[in-house]
């Protein structure tokens, strides 16, 4: 790797800029891609350049198929997580989230709350949920979880969340919390299939009890809908079946 | 918007951890850096397509390309390639004799290109 395609591509990923390197394995050459423009001492034809953005965007590295020669090495930016409500399943999940790769924003207005006491290494977001999550503009390689267990902090960020494109959306509560949730979003407006989007009660039917479990059930969660693992069929928690 | 400081970066162990850095920090003191890249699996193995290695001069390594079984062949190329070899695209897998050397415990098979960092 020559240190001139080293240096850009660590600027790139700096930038947050979708990049993918290219390297042609019989020889070593390369090709650096930023977002939609490429140079390199390896040169790609036009379809090779498409296959590259392809791979860019389904986040996927590996040999090109029309090439096998050629191994494209895809850098997009970290996935991110934005947390609305600095609450204690939030102090766990924060640093969980961090450690499987994410950037995590916590969104809360209530200072009480949402302060680097509580949460000393993370970015914190002090402005009202549907103003701070316009602000953020959830993509496909974000998810985002809502727990202040409070309508009106929870749905305006729900609102935001579910016209977004972000990968997941989860909510907590109870199934009957959620039933009552998805009324008042009905009557603002969200349709069926906004709706349905909406990962409640959240987290995997782990039998998680404190927050720090609650926290595991819910990264497990958005990790299995990342790699779009079908979800196990749930059992019925023993509270219901009683 | 309005927000609080952004404190320092969390290390972390997944795609944030920063080999490239690592790697280009090694050559600013002077070392000779070697970079090995997981291209292609198949079947089971223990790390996914992009995972890396870094290895330098005096044998530090950084990241893996293996629960451990091949990160011995891939260094012993490393220092072949710090010498002045050419990169190299490796392949270990059970039908390979080398794999039964060097024990890719998992049944799987897997690429690797092992290149210089000028």
């Known amino acids: 790797m020559k240190r001139d395609i080293l240096d850009r591509l660590q600027k790139a990923r700096a930038e947050k800029r979708p990049t993918a390197l290219v390297t042609d394995l019989t020889d070593g050459r390369q090709f650096l891609q930023v977002e939609n423009s490429g140079s390199g001492e390896l040169k790609l034809t036009p379809a090779q350049q498409a296959a590259v953005a392809e791979a860019l965007a389904a986040d996927r590295s590996g040999p090109l198929p029309e090439a096998p020669d050629l191994f494209v090495h895809v850098y997009n930016p970290p996935l991110r997580l934005l947390v609305v409500g600095a609450v204690h399943i939030s102090q766990a999940l924060v640093p969980m989230a961090q450690i499987a790769g994410y950037e995590v924003v916590v969104v809360d207005p209530r200072k009480a709350w949402a302060n680097e006491e509580r949460f000393p290494s993370v970015r914190l977001v002090d402005d009202w949920p549907d103003e701070a999550m316009r602000a953020l503009a959830p993509d496909q390689r974000s998810a985002v979880v809502v727990l202040t267990h409070d309508p009106k902090l929870d749905d305006p960020a729900l609102d935001i969340a579910l016209n977004s494109s972000a990968f997941y959306v989860g ?21 069926d299939d ?44 023993p509270e219901a079946a009683q | 918007m309005a927000e609080g400081r952004l404190a320092k970066a969390t290390p972390t162990a997944g795609q944030a951890e920063d080999l490239l850095a690592e790697a280009a920090r090694w050559r600013d003191e002077g070392h000779k850096v070697a970079l090995a890249t997981v291209v292609q699996t198949w079947g089971s193995s223990p790390r996914p397509v992009g995972s890396q290695l870094i290895v330098d001069d005096r044998l530090r390594l950084q990241g893996s390309v293996s629960g451990g079984c091949i990160e011995g062949a891939v260094v012993h190329e490393a220092q072949a390639i710090m010498a002045g070899a050419p990169p190299k695209l490796l392949e270990f897998g059970v039908s390979d004799e080398q794999a039964w050397d060097v024990g890719l415990a998992c049944g799987g098979t897997v690429k690797v290109f092992v290149e210089g960092v000028e």
């Open chain 1, 194 to 237: 906004a709706l349905a989007r909406i990962h409640a009660p959240i987290g995997l039917a782990i039998g998680a009890k404190s927050p720090s479990e609650v926290a595991i059930s819910i990264m497990a969660e958005i990790t299995q809908v990342l790699h779009r693992v079908p979800p196990l069929v749930r059992q019925p928690q």
């Open chain 1, 171 to 191: 909510a907590l509560g109870s199934r009957k919390t959620h039933a009552k949730r998805l009324e008042r979003l009905r009557e603002a407006g969200l349709g």
